[in-house]
């Protein structure tokens, strides 16, 4: 079975674009969650989805904004970017259902967001 | 607030000795307890998981862990280290979410040396 595909792998943006991240959850999987990891604040939450609607959301600011699709795949998207927002962003897919303590979620190898 | 804390940002452990890296929480009730390793470039991998009943869990590569309850502790534990057990090594609490949702929690992480 496939793991949690996240494309691209490298992105260069500048201040001020916007930028849209994807991610391929493990086939059946229906919960997508997105983290971002930096040096200075660590891995923080950002939301979740599960059947196209957001179930979940950390404590980011409202340019930070996410989509489910029909089939599961999820899309994150941030405008205005800050130099701040550079970061690597991990996607997660889980089963989404069926009981807390068996929904173990898979990484995937994340999206390295630099912005100039 | 709930928390996760790894008090150590760096160890140096010689090939083939011992290793405990230490994890303490802060969470009103007992938490799922997990630790994930991040080798460079790459996402996190699930090492082990503690939901409930025997303290001492078993994980993948030959870790382990246990769980302390008075001290509010989780640490990861290897009897012989390898070289390529070099990564960075995140502890995280697991706090319930809409259903089936597991809302991850991460410590800072402790990146693991290993010398020759």
């Known amino acids: 079975k496939a793991g949690v595909t996240q494309t691209p792998r490298y992105l260069i943006k500048t201040r001020g674009q916007q930028v849209t991240l994807s991610c391929s959850p493990i086939s059946g999987h229906r919960s997508v969650s997105w983290y971002q990891q930096t040096p200075g604040q660590g891995l923080q939450f950002l939301f979740e989805?599960?059947?196209?609607?957001?179930?979940n959301k950390g404590n980011f600011p409202g340019r930070f904004s996410g989509r489910q699709f029909s089939n599961s795949r999820s899309e994150m998207n941030v405008s205005t970017l800050e130099l701040g927002d550079s970061a690597l962003y991990l996607c997660?897919?889980?089963?989404?259902?069926?009981?807390?303590?068996?929904?173990?979620?898979?990484f995937g190898p994340g999206t390295r967001l630099t912005v100039l | 607030a709930q928390s996760v804390t790894q008090p150590d940002i760096h160890i140096t452990v010689s090939e083939g000795a011992s290793l405990e890296l230490r994890c303490n929480y802060s969470y009103g009730a007992t938490p799922y307890l997990f630790w994930y390793v991040q080798s460079p470039g790459q996402g996190l991998q699930l090492l082990l998981k503690y939901f409930s009943g025997d303290t001492l869990v078993q994980g993948i590569k030959g870790f382990e862990a246990e769980f302390k309850r008075s001290q509010s502790s989780f640490n990861l534990r290897k009897p012989s280290v390898h070289w390529s057990d070099a990564a960075e090594y995140f502890c995280?609490?697991?706090?319930?979410?809409?259903?089936?949702?597991?809302?991850?929690?991460f410590g800072t992480g402790t990146r693991l040396l290993v010398s020759p």
């Open positions: 997660a897919s889980s089963l989404g259902s069926g009981g807390f303590s068996s929904n173990e979620q898979f």
């Open positions: 989805y599960f059947s196209e609607t957001q179930r």
């Open positions: 995280a609490v697991a706090l319930p979410g809409s259903t089936g949702f597991q809302k991850l929690v």
